[in-house]
Every structure is written in C-alpha cells, then in structure tokens.
C-alpha cells in the first residue's frame, strides 16, 4: 500500500500536546509501516511560543497563531489540547468550522459542551474522537463503542481520577491523613496545585458522562451526575473501614435497574476488599463494565499522564486517518435524553448499604439511644464496631455498617443521630457498594 | 438515519450460533436504535437441522445446504462457527470467494491458515473479522488493532484459556488433584470430554499466534511457539508454589527483548500471587499487555462460553456492516515474517527463573550432591524448601526457586540431577515468570 501522509494540526503545547509530538516522532515509522500512514505533525499553536518543552519542534511549526492551522487545508486533522470549557470549546467549533476533524481529550468539555459539539461537527460533515478523554491509555472508549456494542450495559463502576485514588491509596497503605496525601500527590505531580477539580469528583462526573452516554446510547448532562469528592475523607474512616473489610474508592457508577432508569453518581465509596477494584492502587484506573452477553469486563491502566494520553490521542488520530471515527461517529449518534426512555433516578431514590461513624460520649445508655434512631427509620445493622477507649476525651467512636437502606431513611437517621446528647460532632456516613462479581 | 437491514448468514448451529441468533434477537431493536443497522439473520447452516437448539428459527432459515447461503447475494457478512481446520477452511474460502465479508471465532483456523485465508480476502475484496478468536467477550482484539497502535508492544502475558485456568484455579484452591479438577470442570461444562486442546496449551498457543501477529505486525506461525501444557502439574507443586508465594498459571507469553527478538510460549507459570493476573480465577480469562507509550494495559473478562463469544462475533458483524473492519483490514495487513525484523527466541534460548522439585532419598550428603549439580550449571538457589518426613517412603521434597538462569543450564542441571544416587524419580521443573508491574 502506497504511504499516505496524514498532516495533524495541535492546538496546546502542554504536557500531553508534547507527548503528542514525542509519540509521533518515535512511532511514525513503525505507524507508517503498520497502517501506510506516515504522521506529520504540521502545526502546533500555543499562546507560548518560547518556554521550552521536552521536544523540538522543527522551525515553522510552533506558531501562537491559530489561523494558521485553520486555514491550512492541507491539515484534516485537527487535535485540541487546550483543556477547559472556555477557549476550548470556540477552538474546536472553529476546528469544524474549518472542515477538519477533531480529536481531544478533552471530557470536561465533551460533558458540558458534548451535545453542541457533535451536532456542530454533523452539520459540517465532520468527527470528534475522544478515546483520550476517559482513563488515559486504556481503550474504554472503543471498548463500549464498538467492542460491546452487541450488549445492554446493565453497570459500569469506575476508578477514573488518578489523584484522588493516588491520594485514598495512600491513606490506606501509609496511614497518612487527607493533607499529607493531598501534599504527596501533588509533590509527585499527580495532583494539580489547585487539586479542586480532582478531589471534589467532578473531574470523575465528567468522565462518567461520558461513558455513560455511550452506554446508554443517550446523551447524559453532568445535571444527572450526582457528585460527591474525597475532601472530607478520615484516617479513621479507611481505618475502621479496612477492619470490616472494605477499601475506600473514589467510584463513577452508572447502574441501570429492571425498569430501565439509571443512577449515576460519583462518591466515595467502601467495596469489598476481594473486588478487583479494591487492588487498583496509586494512578490507575479501572472500570468494570457489566454486559448482558459478556458479562463482567473489566480495563486496568494509567488514567493519565503524559505518555498514555497521547498513546490514547494518537490512536485517535489513526482511527480517523483510516475513516473508522467517521462512520463510528455517524452510525452511533447520541440521542437526546427526552427521546430516549431512560430515567435517571435521583441520589434520594438511591437504596444503598451504609457505613456510618458516630462519636458517642463515653457513658451509659448510648448504645440504646443509637440503636434506637437506627430501629425507627427502620435500618437493620449488618455490622458494628466500638473499641474500647480509642476515641479522645471521654468519647468512643461507633461504627456502623448497615444493610440495604434507602438513602432517605438514612439521611432521616443522622439528623436523628445529630441531634442525641450523647452525639458528639456530625456523624460520618460513607455508602457501601456491594459490586456484583461475576462468578462461575 | 435511516434504518439499514444487514441480511446475516451462519455455518454452524452449535452452542455459539445459537448465542449469535439469540443475541440478535434480544438486541436487535436496541442495536438499530444505536447504529441504524436492523440486524438479521437470513440463513443458518448446519448438518443436523433437527436437534433441539436453545433459540427457534423462523420456517425456511436452517439448511444443511451452505450453497443456499453463497448464492444468496442479499447476504453480505457471513460467520463461520464450524470450528477446526478442515471444514471450516473451505467454507471460508468459498464465503470469501461468494464475495462475502467473514465473521469467525475460528483460533485454530487463522493460527494455522490466517495467511492463506487474510491473502484470499484481500484478493476478494472482503475482509475477516476475528474479535470472538481471543478471550470471548472481552475485545482484547481491536484493543491491540485499535486502541493501542501507536503503542511498541513490548509484552503480553495471558491467561488465554478458560479450561486451564478453571482447572487451575481449583487444584489451588480445593486442594484437589489434577484428574479430579478436570473432571470437575467436565461435569461444569467447562472442559470437552476430550479436553486435549485446551489442557496441552495448544488452543492457547492459537490465540498467542492471533495476539503476537497484531502486536508485532508481523504473520506468526504456530511453529515459533513453545507449547507446554498442564497436564502434569500436581498439587504438590501448586501447594509448594503457594508456599513461597507462587500461583501456578497456564501463561500465554509475548515478550520483546531490546534487539527486537521475540520469545512466544505457552506453558505452566508460577506468577507473583501479587500480581494482577494471580487473581484471575475460574474459567475467566486475562491479558496484561505491556505497551511503550500506555504503560500496562491489563483485560479481564470471560473468555468462552456462548453470551461472551456471541457478544463478540455480533459485535463483529456491527463493525464489517458499518464498514470499519475493512478499513482496518485493509489498512493493517500483517506481513509475512520474513519481510520484519523480527527474530524469535527459541525457548532454549530464554533465560528465566525456576522452580524445582526434587524427591531425594532421606539420607546424609543429599543437600551437598544436589547443590553440587547446580553449583556446576552456575545456578544460583533464590530460595529452598525442604520439610521434615513430608515424602512417600523415605524420601523427602525438595524445592528450590532459582534466580535468572539459562534454559540450558537447567537442562543440564535436570539431567545431573536425575542421574544422581540419591534422585528417586524425574525432577520436576516450572518456569516462574516476574511480571514486571507497572507502578508510579
């Protein structure tokens, strides 16, 4: 097959838009020699044209001019590294506009911005591929669109913030407390200085959107995503949790019941340490996928960084030079919620097992007193720890496990618990996910 | 879009074809409302159409006639269920030569006829689809074509056969002996009554040359792997494993050294019991793939079975319909080996770690004779085992881990030690393989 030469436009001279050029540069002939594509990048544009970076690039090619790339019609491909939700979105629309196809890893931008995006690149016959914008070097992205798409997807839990697992990992392995694992990872440069859209799980939401909306073949606003990040995350909590056997993660969960309405939430969450999940530590993600045909499928790797998301944007950029992203883009168009049947179940509706932690005073009666709120909204304990004295000044810690529960009863108990004299300070409440394992 | 009915035929009605007529059924609404293609299923082929299946036919779709399916030329994309190389060899061949796209689970056929079969394709005009071939439902196949083609594959280790590892999995945690998990996986229908191709390594040998051939770009044939299959562990040896922290796998291995030489094999591997696949248990299958830009890469999911492999070959028949799996077909061709620089490592060229069991006579001077034979190969002992009056008739085991030592030496080592006065029996001897984890 004679080599065809694919000329790539970047729009974002960061971390990943150099790993972008790096890859290429390593792999084009190998690439070419694989697929009769030889990959060129034809321009870079970033506001900083000086600062130095960990490639070169050829003189001509780093401009902060994006007219230059849009009007070069030699470029069909166009890749937008810029991230946010801001200039993002008016440099991909102008992407389109100039009839090229785009290729980012952007999610915050998919998921706030994705419906208008996609009908933009419709009406101008062009793609937007976007393997790189969930868990980094890990195909998930293709893996629901093509892989299972023969398949309800019946739920998908996912570890897809490398930071915020970075940081649980840590408490767990090391006993270290929120802040010191927060410092950690951003010492390591796994956490951003302004870690806020890592902890808080939004970063995570706007993956789920995203994979979600694949799943369901219907378009998922971050509005249905319920939200909840790891910032109020304890020592103690990992703790007790881990003597119970649980091991917190931060989850992504989409789950879908019989009668086809979907929850969709992002929160810290204790599984079982035997699930799979429970042994994806430091940066990785992973995400179970639970099929109708497959069964349980589940994707492990680096969810971000450097060298996976390019691997993931030059994937992309192969898949559209051969026309695949074209008719997947196509073929798999999106549906707008309201046309679809799916109802998305709110966090209220959620039914949910529970761990809750409650600082008694050390004194007679308590347990009665605990047990009894418990008793009226009708919650049945699955587990209970007090050690003996391991609370400060005059306090003991009680912890509780319970079973399925609504999250209503639940929210009805702590205000109960709250308010008992023998309360100190807010009880603690963490769901627990019991992720079905695919067994023989 | 308007809705595109794709006409479908099948040869073989067994237990996956049936799941494919299932699958499509149940799915069929769901798949035309995602991709506007109205699957259906136009002709099925198979010698006895009067056993009971799982799923009915509509009157005048099962037919012991396959030119019935060929001459049909409303019928574009066929799929091949025959299984084995004989039959199943003409019949894509002449689906090919009807000018029909091909769909097939078919491992055995592509490890030993894939370049006649891909070379007839192309001279047709038609492409091959072969994502059912390897780990059933998991789509660990445009995972490799796909998602990670700009990746150097440096690696792949996997648990490719779901019988094996069932069988494996139970001799670990059971307690039982090899015939006893075999016949336990029989009576589950997890094993055939003839369970040779899977317990001798062989059906995974056929996945490795699928796998090894997308990863390195290059036709691998069933001759440059080295297969060993399962059926001589005993628990002993999974027990003694267990002792210093092994699980026993059937490993399907692809490793890359720096010179770009190839070692591809298939046998009985103690793995870390820390490492992700130690944990891939039952008839479940796993695949790490070690990539130079994505970092590891790790596939879990069910490997067989009828949903799983149905999952696959419809989502298959998506992909030749929509018309990307003749993009990819076209573009990535696999060369023929010697066209590469690929060179294989013959497994006498491998330098690994092993495990060791030696049955000695109880008596004085044993340790100094058998620490002799390896101190003569050069074998340096990582670790040693030996309980007191834990063998049959005054013998006892002893069980040596080793650091990283030629194949030949150890070879030699065998021989030596087989030969001495003090040796009862055939020294036992399995390759313990350090996966490298991908860590921070």
């Not at 002939?29 to 321009?43: N, P, Q, S, Y």
């Not at 999610?107 to 009908?119: D, I, Q």
Request: proline share 2%; charged share 20%; with cysteine.
């Amino acid at each position: 097959m004679e080599e065809k030469v694919v000329k790539i436009g970047i729009v974002g001279f960061g971390t990943v838009g150099a790993g972008v050029v790096k890859l290429i540069n390593e792999q084009a002939d190998a690439i070419a020699a694989r697929t009769g594509l030889r990959l060129k990048v034809a321009c870079v544009v970033d506001t900083d044209t000086k600062r130095e970076r960990a490639v070169k690039l050829e003189k001509g090619i780093l401009t902060d001019d994006i007219e230059k790339l849009l009007k070069d019609n030699s470029i069909k491909i166009a890749v937008e590294l810029v991230g946010g939700t801001t200039f993002a979105k008016d440099i991909q629309l102008n992407m389109l506009k100039a009839g090229k196809d785009v290729v980012t890893a952007n999610k915050a931008l998919l998921a706030v911005h994705g419906s208008e995006l996609y009908r933009t690149a419709r009406q101008y016959g062009r793609c937007i591929a976007f393997e790189a914008s969930c868990a980094g070097g890990v195909p998930i992205i293709s893996g629901l669109r093509t892989g299972l798409i023969a398949n309800q997807i019946t739920a998908i839990y996912g570890i897809l913030n490398g930071t915020s697992n970075y940081i649980l990992s840590n408490m767990s392995s090391k006993g270290s407390a929120f802040a010191e694992a927060l410092a950690d990872a951003q010492k390591k440069g796994y956490a951003e200085a302004d870690p806020k859209l890592d902890i808080s799980g939004l970063d995570s939401a706007h993956k789920l959107a995203i994979l979600s909306s694949l799943a369901l073949g219907s378009q998922i606003s971050l509005d249905d995503i319920y939200v909840e990040g790891i910032e109020n995350v304890s020592q103690d909590d990992i703790r007790n949790g881990a003597e119970m056997g649980y091991v917190l993660k931060l989850l992504a969960i989409c789950q879908r019941a019989g009668d086809g309405s979907v929850s969709l939430r992002v929160h810290p969450a204790f599984i079982n340490n035997d699930n799979g999940l429970a042994r994806v530590n430091g940066p990785f993600n992973a995400i179970s996928i639970f099929a109708s045909a497959a069964g349980e499928v589940m994707y492990y790797g680096r969810g971000a960084g450097m060298m996976p998301t390019a691997s993931a944007v030059v994937s992309d950029i192969i898949d559209v030079a051969i026309g695949n992203s074209a008719n997947t883009f196509n073929r798999m168009e999106l549906k707008p919620q309201g046309s679809t049947n799916i109802k998305i179940n709110k966090i209220d509706n959620l039914v949910s097992r529970f761990y809750i932690r409650i600082m008694c005073k050390d004194q007679a009666g308590v347990m009665a007193q605990w047990s009894k709120v418990l008793a009226e909204n009708k919650i049945s304990i699955s587990g209970a720890i007090q050690h003996e004295g391991s609370g400060p000044k005059n306090t003991v810690p009680v912890v509780i496990a319970t079973h399925s529960t609504p999250e209503k009863s639940i929210n009805a108990a702590l205000t109960g618990l709250a308010r008992l004299d023998s309360t100190c300070g807010k009880p603690v409440c963490i769901r627990i996910v019991d992720i079905p394992e695919d067994k023989e």
